[in-house]
T-cell receptor, first 114, second 113 residues
Framework: KAGVTQTPRYLIKTRGQQVTLSCSPI?????VSWYQQTPGQGLQFLFE???????NKGNFPGRFSGRQFSNSRSEMNVSTLELGDSALYLC?????????????FGPGTRLLVL | GQQLNQSPQSMFIQEGEDVSMNCTSS?????WLWYKQDPGEGPVLLIA???AGELTSNGRLTAQFGITRKDSFLNISASIPSDVGIYFC?????????????WGLGTSLAVNP
């Protein structure tokens, strides 16, 4: 099976812009979780989608949003970018809701906000 | 957000040495997972633990699910340079239908050849 894919791998934006990141889960997986990773902060949970519904949400401002399509592909959007949004954004897929089965991670999208 | 207490934060060892790292929580978990992240990549699952007291090996790696269900450790024996990376623990707690994974902050491992 192909693994989790994320596009783009690298992105440079400026403050105030918006960005959309994409994640394609492993075939057959219906759960997609998004994380933000910054040095020293570990993996910060953003949100989880399962069968097109948001199941869980972390403590991030409303500028961070996401959605999931019927083919389980997911997108996350960050509006009005701030310098502090520079991070590695990881998505992970699993066959059942988060924690029920093992999560498999994509390589991440590295976002730099200037 | 809620996080696990993972230690040590970083380690610098000589090739061939054994390594031990652990995670503790104030909550009881039903699952413990250990991941490794190489630079520029996403975390990769190393070992999954599902039962208190369970001891599982994956090559030179051994992990245990603590009896109290509030801790887990990961051991790496005879370290090699490719063991370099960041190791994360994650625990799953049951909270009705809102099960979610709680993550440690990671242990950064450097191996001197």
């Amino acid at each position: 099976k192909a693994g989790v894919t994320q596009t783009p791998r690298y992105l440079i934006k400026t403050r105030g812009q918006q960005v959309t990141l994409s994640c394609s889960p492993i075939s057959g997986h219906r759960s997609v979780s998004w994380y933000q990773q910054t040095p020293g902060q570990g993996l910060q949970f953003l949100f989880e989608y399962f069968s097109e519904t948001q199941r869980n949400k972390g403590n991030f401002p409303g500028r961070f949003s996401g959605r999931q399509f019927s083919n389980s592909r997911s997108e996350m959007n960050v509006s009005t970018l701030e310098l502090g949004d520079s991070a590695l954004y990881l998505c992970a897929s699993s066959s059942s809701p988060q924690g029920g089965e093992t999560q498999y991670f994509g390589p991440g999208t590295r976002l730099l906000v200037l | 957000g809620q996080q696990l207490n993972q230690s040590p934060q970083s380690m610098f060892i000589q090739e061939g040495e054994d390594v031990s790292m652990n995670c503790t929580s104030s909550s009881i978990f039903n699952t413990w997972l250990w991941y490794k992240q190489d630079p520029g990549e996403g975390p990769v699952l190393l070992i999954a633990l599902y039962k208190a007291g369970e001891l599982t090996s994956n090559g030179r790696l051994t992990a245990q699910f603590g009896i109290t269900r509030k801790d887990s450790f990961l051991n790496i024996s005879a370290s090699i340079p490719s063991d370099v990376g960041i190791y994360f623990c994650a625990g799953q707690e049951n909270a009705g239908n809102n099960r979610k994974l709680i993550w440690g902050l990671g242990t950064s491992l450097a191996v001197n050849p």
